[in-house]
């Protein structure tokens, strides 16, 4: 049985279900939004430290984790849009976001479209370069022209899975989670997110220059998925950015949870209300 902190359940945002999960009300509120090919239990080893002082909120973004998809959400700049109706259903303002992966290039589309809403932004390992600088399996991912390869999904998040954590297994009912986040063609449906970078990031580029949201970049120094290149070119055109490399490949928050949670409890506390 398992014994994780986190206890997701649902709501509907904008007709769309999505899975969630929530800690006590207490001090500011942090979104956590989560990586791919992962759910929200990739913030289990980090979840009870920061629920100590702070009210936790884990999204599974539309089409990845447990929560519904919906095809016109498969793109950064739908995904941030969708992200200001998450915390108006939610009745959350003024949020500390740790937006990894997939997060990163979404929170600041929605810091750039509704700056108000943001107290801090935590992201990194995620595509952001122009032209885009990715390893593999990104590289692949995002160029393929037939999906045929990708429709068992079970079977790749496996093969992630078990070349990523060879020394120190997961929990099994965090790897089940992934597994069965992106059974059958859910897999393939979400790489359409990935497959948007070419033309979204260009459009996301030209933006960062006026998002004054303070911004931390976390990335893996071993990271050959996405190279700690697409946080620098970040951190070199948000005017308010730092940047943090450190021991870790691409899970850095998984594979170095200790120093990633280091991390985010001293931005947070830099930015406090």
Partial sequence: MSTSPINPRHLTVDGVRIRYAESEPNGEHGLLLSPWPESMYAFEPIWSRLAREHHLV????????????????????????????????????????????????AALFAAAAAPERFQSILIGSGGSSVPLELGEPLTTWVAATDLTPYQDGRSIIEFVLENIFPASPLPKHVREDYLASYDGTRFAESMAYVRSYPTELVTLRDRLPDIQTPVRLITGRDDTAIPPSNAEFLADRLPNAKLDIVDAGHFVWEQNPAAYVTHVLDWWAEHRR
């Fill in 58 to 105: 884990a999204v599974d973004l539309p089409g990845f984790g447990g929560s519904e998809s919906r095809p016109d959400l498969f793109a950064p700049s739908a995904m941030g849009d969708f992200l200001v109706k998450v915390l108006d259903t939610l009745g959350l303002d003024r949020v500390h976001v740790v937006g990894p992966d997939i997060g990163t290039s």
